[in-house]
T-cell receptor
Framework: AQKITQTQPGMFVQEKEAVTLDCTYD???????LFWYKQPSSGEMIFLIY??????QNATEGRYSLNFQKARKSANLVISASQLGDSAMYFC?????????????FGKGTKLSVIP | EAQVTQNPRYLITVTGKKLTVTCSQN?????MSWYRQDPGLGLRQIYY???????DKGDVPEGYKVSRKEKRNFPLILESPSPNQTSLYFC?????????????????FGPGTRLTVL
């Protein structure tokens, strides 16, 4: 079974609108971290936001927020007020502490296109 | 500036010709890792290293070697490259950050190496 599932291969959003990118995860480890990365067409991986499994509040970083629903094992990324520069691939990733390997397991990504 | 560097950024080579992709970080991180990215598959871990002289296999280690003789460097070696190793490769490093959540281990990524094996 996939540990990270991103069900939306591609998404479109109008500029200045909000968009939600879905991510569900699968783990039996009680201690884990969830990450979102942005990959523009230039190829670099840009860290956006982090949520720990024990964090009580949803993480926020500027226009990015993470809708963390632990019981449903979902960690959706919300981008508010979309900008043309938000057009990119977005990856959800998980690190399981019990694994001891520091490995990030990635989803297959969602390609976001912002329409003017 | 804190960064992870990779060289070369682009490489076209032929089947069987040994090559090395270098990775270096200046953040004194203990943990370093190599990933490959293929269309529709996301990033998959090749090898990782928890510290000097400590390396272990990731999910897709076949056809690759690594070494960690110094803390800052973690080269990826393809002894006999094949076309199915054509991919975008990322090196990453991280460390436990004092004062942060125990789970927090942001991985800093290098700029990527685009490898084509003909």
């Amino acid at each position: 079974a996939q540990k990270i599932t991103q069900t939306q291969p591609g998404m479109f959003v109008q500029e200045k609108e909000a968009v939600t990118l879905d991510c569900t995860y699968d783990t039996s480890d009680p201690s884990y971290g969830l990450f979102w990365y942005k990959q523009p067409s230039s190829g670099e991986m840009i860290f956006l936001i982090y949520q720990g499994s024990y964090d009580q509040q949803n993480a926020t970083e500027g226009r990015y927020s993470l809708n963390f629903q632990k019981a449903r094992k979902s960690a959706n990324l919300v981008i508010s007020a979309s900008q043309l520069g938000d057009s990119a691939m977005y990856f959800c990733a998980m690190r399981e502490n019990g694994a001891g390997s520091y490995q990030l397991t990635f989803g297959k990504g969602t390609k976001l296109s912002v329409i003017p | 500036e804190a960064q992870v560097t990779q060289n070369p950024r682009y490489l076209i080579t032929v089947t069987g010709k040994k090559l090395t992709v270098t990775c270096s970080q200046n953040m004194n991180h203990e943990y370093m890792s190599w990933y490959r990215q293929d269309p529709g598959l996301g990033l998959r871990q090749i090898y990782y290293s928890m510290n000097v002289e400590v390396t272990d296999k990731g999910d897709v280690p076949e056809g690759y070697k690594v070494s960690r003789k110094e803390k800052r460097n973690f080269p990826l070696i393809l002894e006999s490259p094949s076309p199915n190793q054509t991919s975008l490769y990322f090196c990453a490093s991280s460390s436990r950050l004092a004062g942060k959540s125990l789970n927090y281990n942001e991985q800093f990524f290098g700029p990527g190496t685009r490898l084509t094996v003909l």
